[in-house]
């Protein structure tokens, strides 16, 4: 089974900040890892596919890189609405297994 | 616009069964592999389990294999998961979510907004 690594678990920051994140995956998987944002009590919505792509309608303050096992997002500036988890999820095999999750906390 | 509703959950006693169903719109469901993704109270996303678009295919996660079947009904455009002998371990919301036309490399660009499954005495 292929394991996901998140890094930080959460992390405080301010609206304007410029955060970075990433998730490691236990083996190779190419570009197929794809980053959600949730809201408590709501369900996962997709922010990058594929590593890299802008998922439609996701402000262009979200990016995305890497390949085979590191991966970073980044948020260049963030708003008050990006306080939230977000998970790291690879689709390169049948297991789709998602990292446990930073949280992005007001500091 | 793609919806995803899901229905069926609730409160459960140990070892018995219960059936979710996910009701899909807006997008020509007979065409995408669906997923179950659940989340325990306070945790993390978990994959559940996968089913092809024609409901030839289906693959789980080992916590639930033998347990839980998915399928699905292409011209009711409705996924479901059949859950027995539950433990109070299975306690979360459950998640319906739509897939790519294969089984893998692709997404999940649509989610319903959950149903909770609670497993209690």
């Known amino acids: 089974d292929i394991q996901m690594t998140q890094s930080p678990s959460s992390l405080s920051a301010s609206v304007g900040d410029r955060v970075t994140f990433t998730c490691r995956a236990s083996q190779s998987i190419g570009s197929y890892l794809h980053w959600y944002q949730q809201k408590p009590g709501k369900a996962p919505k997709l922010l990058i596919y594929?590593?890299?792509s802008l998922q439609s309608g996701v402000p262009s303050r979200f990016s995305g890189s890497g390949s085979g096992t590191d991966f970073t997002l980044t948020i260049s500036s963030l708003q008050p609405e990006d306080f939230a988890t977000y998970y790291c999820q690879q689709s390169y095999d049948i297991g789709h297994t998602f990292g446990q999750g930073t949280t992005v906390e007001t500091k | 616009q793609v919806q995803l509703v899901e229905s069926g959950g609730g409160v459960v006693q140990p070892g018995r069964s219960l059936r979710v169903s996910c009701a899909a719109s807006g997008f020509t469901f007979s065409t995408y592999a669906m997923h179950w993704v659940r989340q325990t109270p306070g945790k993390g996303l978990e994959w559940v389990a996968i089913?092809?678009?024609?409901?030839?295919?289906?693959y789980y996660a080992d916590f639930v294999k033998g347990r839980f079947t998915i399928s699905r009904d292409n011209p009711k455009t409705t996924l479901y998961m059949e859950m027995n002998s539950l433990t109070p371990a299975d306690t979360a919301v459950y998640y319906c979510?739509?897939?790519?036309?294969?089984?893998?490399?692709?997404?999940?660009?649509?989610w319903g907004q959950g149903t909770l499954v609670a497993v209690s005495s």
């Open positions: 089913i092809s678009h024609d409901g030839s295919h289906k």
């Open positions: 979510a739509r897939g790519g036309q294969q089984l893998v490399r692709s997404p999940f660009e649509a």
């Open positions: 594929a590593a890299s």
